[in-house]
């Protein structure tokens, strides 16, 4: 592809890098508030629309490959949802290629800067080249090639990526500023030590030490690409966060190191025994008194299926969410008072929400 308005670095949008040309961003940025469009105006009318077909035709929502299969082919028949869900899933398409595409031509200068940052500070960084990774995380999570791990820029893309996820309303993490805001600390508001379990690129992380500043922070993740990326963004703001390369599941931390361990839309993209490990991980590493938060999407019940619908039928199906149903239907709730904890708050049930656990002192 020409670019004739082509720039070696075009500077950062709030705390993500901008894309090396013009046009690229533009482009994105349509693209962005396109699917914003169709998602807002017509989102409940057809997941309302689809779920009564659905219903007349005697299909049910089941998470299996026949299931998957009767719905598309209902999906087919119907002008209305075909398209909707065509255009969805193709604008994100769209999306994430345009955005590859024009990284991918600084590709050389990004592996450079990831590499030279290893040995800067403030923060630290650890991680494995030859890290034993598990099926589970070679998947292709939000359709992004080669998923989260195989790519050594697969954290640089996740961060430009997942903006369109956010409506473009993410501009310096303004909704991770938000989440650490409202993230309930300790009952005796002591909070020297802070864990973010799959800490993605940080954002949170970051932000948590923002809100927080004498504490140590660390954020983990399977990811090498991720954390990698995380500690150059962070040396960006100038925060002293430390990453680590570490399974959500095997967390090689002391026990009871931690007074707040937090997890952000990270349980609905790992497998349920993957979720219940990881629960007894967060106990393990969490103080008697400490406090670990949960943010992901709400249970689904009878009465307000959420993601356990068409739409999430749908979503898991074709945009790279294989897990997240398996997580709103197996009430994790109930999980996480089996593991100990004591649940001390839900948040309300809209798409996000925080689960308070407090491991008893």
Aim: hydrophobic share 35%; charged share 25%.
């Amino acid at each position: 592809m020409t670019r004739s308005n082509y720039f070696i670095d075009r500077g950062m949008n709030g705390n993500t890098p901008a894309l090396p040309s013009r046009s690229d961003e533009s482009f994105v940025d349509y693209v962005c508030e396109a699917r914003n469009v169709l998602l807002h105006s017509r989102w409940k009318e057809t997941n309302e629309s689809g779920t009564r077909k659905l219903t007349e035709a005697g299909i049910q929502i089941e998470h299996t490959a026949q299931g998957v299969e009767a719905v598309r082919g209902m999906i087919r028949d119907d002008v209305e949802l075909a398209s909707f869900m065509r255009v969805k899933r193709s604008y994100q398409e769209m999306y994430k290629d345009r955005i590859i595409d024009s990284l991918n031509t600084q590709r050389d200068d990004w592996l450079r800067k990831l590499s030279e940052a290893e040995t800067t500070g403030p923060g630290s960084l650890e991680y494995d080249p030859d890290f034993p990774m598990p099926d589970y995380a070679k998947v292709q999570i939000h359709i992004q090639p080669k998923g989260y791990v195989g790519d050594e820029l697969a954290g640089l893309f996740y961060d430009c990526g997942t903006q369109i996820f956010f409506g473009g309303g993410n501009a310096g993490d303004v909704w991770h500023r938000q989440l650490a805001e409202r993230t309930t600390l300790p009952e005796d508001g002591k909070v020297d030590r802070i864990l973010e379990i799959g800490c993605s690129v940080g954002q949170l992380s970051c932000e948590l030490k923002k809100r927080i500043p004498d504490a140590e922070v660390w954020g983990t993740d399977i990811s090498a690409p991720m954390v990698r990326y995380a500690h150059w963004r962070a040396i960006e703001q100038d925060m002293d966060v430390h990453f680590s390369q570490m399974a959500a599941e095997a967390l090689e931390f002391s026990d009871n190191r931690f007074d707040l361990v937090v997890a952000h839309i990270l349980f609905h993209e790992i497998p349920r025994p993957v979720i219940e490990k990881t629960l007894r991980e967060a106990f393990r590493v969490l103080r008697p008194g400490g406090t670990f938060v949960l943010w992901d999407f709400a249970t689904a019940t009878e009465e307000k299926n959420g993601y356990g619908g068409l739409h999430g039928l749908m979503d898991s199906a074709d945009n790279g969410e294989p897990y997240a149903p398996g997580f709103v239907t197996m009430g994790v709730e109930d999980t996480i008072k089996s593991t100990g904890f004591v649940l001390r708050k839900v948040g309300e049930p809209a798409q996000m929400h925080d689960r308070v656990c407090d491991k008893p002192n």
